[in-house]
């Protein structure tokens, strides 16, 4: 029995109880924001047990937990219901497809539909007497097929989903096609696919506007569009920006495809997982969700009873450059910011640091800007470095260098024996700064057996940049960190053991060898959402 709940986050989407991973069919409806998930009803580490829950809320903020919308009853599903994605189907009806554990302990995908589409809340679902409508195809093994994605309507009338798997040892995102959502022909070849990736699990598809940070529709089509794929492989979800030729039912990336390389694009670059995006229809944006779970040991989850939470919503949009997606937390979570404190024009001295006070240090909003140097005063970028997270283990925050490391100390001790930081490494490559941007849990905590890995992300920055903002969403174990405006996102978990006594403090540092000017600095105390 644990005393005090340590760690448990306030304003993250989690129920009260047990474990829960994969974000599923998120989809808005009728005034309601609505999100599935895997969860276990029965207690804190995953197991064959697994359903769909279901929670709704009318801002994205506050959620209300609904009974399980799908849990394993069928021949089709007897053994878990896994992830899948919400599709809307022509006059406004939303329908789920979903990965069901068989009885065989095959994986087949299934359709479940609203039993009463006037409810809103769209509290009970209804599994299609048919099913399965999909099982593994030939040459792929029972248990190397899931996740359907959100299924998209073609100019020619047609439906298309994507369903991740495995096939002699490519990871492959299987494209199927039906004039009626219930037969489903396998597509000779599959949409993309991947070398040496291992399994895709949860993958997604859909277009982003190429002028504009308006969210588009799955099924939409015409000019201005490129397309994201995203798949889930070994602990990451990776993603590559192209176009989409429908007559040849192909991906193209721009760039590199989906490889798992260290240089990949990635949407966080620390715990976020199987993550699902969908299109929201209010306020024309895309918002997207990942899993984020615990980096203590199980043994510890099934002391706790819970384990895992989804990450805060983000909008996400391509960059102005096109090479990239910007993420960043949907607007409406600023309505749990309370008390604030700002400051401006203050500059921090070589291997020097100072206290932000007045917010609650263990659930709070950080924004900063941080000046740039002079491209003269950064190190030269080494083109040697290919992974930044092998990088921030030997550039740390205790590594002085000319421009950095600058940033936050956060859920941190006052005598930082105990503290998570969240910085900046700003180096020149021909003329341009690429920032190194760190979140280094190894002194995160002084309890041992937990998972303190350091993540890194490199940012390239624009000619016309002059600061390097950070943001980081504090919630006891959880710190969601959002470098140079979206560019580059790293989530951590963090433990620390000092809070069983003591409270926590929050810094800003400058351990670089030059002065460093913060431009502006603003936090909020963020308040508990309803029902957490
Ligand atoms: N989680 C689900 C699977 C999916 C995996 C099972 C990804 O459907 O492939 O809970 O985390």
Known sequence: ???????????????????????????????VYHLFYQYNPYGSVFNKTIVWAHSVSRDLVNWIHLNNALVPTAPFDIN??????????????????????????????????PRNLSDPFLKEWVKYSGNPLITPPKGVKPDNFRDPTTAWKGRDGIWRVVVGGLINNLGVAFLYRSKDFVHWILHDDPLYFGINT?????????????????????????????????????????YAIGSYDSAKEKFMPDNKGLSGSSLDLRYDYGKFYAS???????????????????????V?????????????????YLSNTGRQLIQW???????????????????????????????????FDIELSFKLPSIEEAEVFDPKWDDPQVLCSTKTAR??????????????????????????????????????????????????GIDKTTYGAFIRMDNEDEVISLKSLVDHSVIESFGAEGRACITARVYPRFLEKKDTHVYVFNNGSGGIAIETLDAWSMKKTKNN
């Open 300 to 316: 510890d989850d099934i002391k706790k009873g819970w384990a895992g939470i989804q990450s805060i919503p983000r909008q996400v």
């Open 1 to 31: 029995i644990v005393k005090k709940q340590q760690g448990k986050p306030s304003f993250h989407l989690r129920p009260p109880h047990n474990w829960l991973n994969d974000p599923n069919g998120p989809v808005y409806y009728k005034g």
């Open 399 to 448: 590594v002085s260098s000319r421009a950095g490391p600058f940033g936050l100390l956060v859920m941190a001790s006052q005598d930082l024996t105990e503290q998570t930081a969240v910085f900046f490494h700003v180096f020149k490559d021909n003329q341009q700064f690429v920032v190194l941007m760190c979140s280094d849990q190894s002194r995160s905590s002084l309890r041992q």
């Open 80 to 113: 878990s219901c896994w992830s899948g994605s919400t599709t809307i189907i022509p006059g406004n009806k939303p329908v789920v497809l979903y990965t069901g554990i068989d009885n065989k302990n095959q994986q087949v995908q299934n359709l479940a539909t």
């Open 198 to 238: 291992g399994i895709w699990e949860c993958p997604d598809f859909y277009p982003v506007s190429v002028n504009s940070r308006l969210g588009v529709e799955n099924s939409a089509n015409g000019k201005n569009l490129k397309y994201v794929l995203k798949a889930s492989f070994e602990a990451h979800d990776y």
């Open 276 to 298: 699902k995006s969908f299109y929201d229809s209010l306020k024309k944006r895309r918002i997207l969700w990942g899993w984020i779970n615990e980096s203590d040991s199980s």
């Open 329 to 363: 937390p949907v607007k409406e979570i600023e309505k749990l910011r309370a008390k604030h404190v700002t400051y401006s024009g203050k500059k921090l001295k070589p291997k020097s640091i100072f206290e932000v006070t007045g917010i609650t240090t263990s659930q």
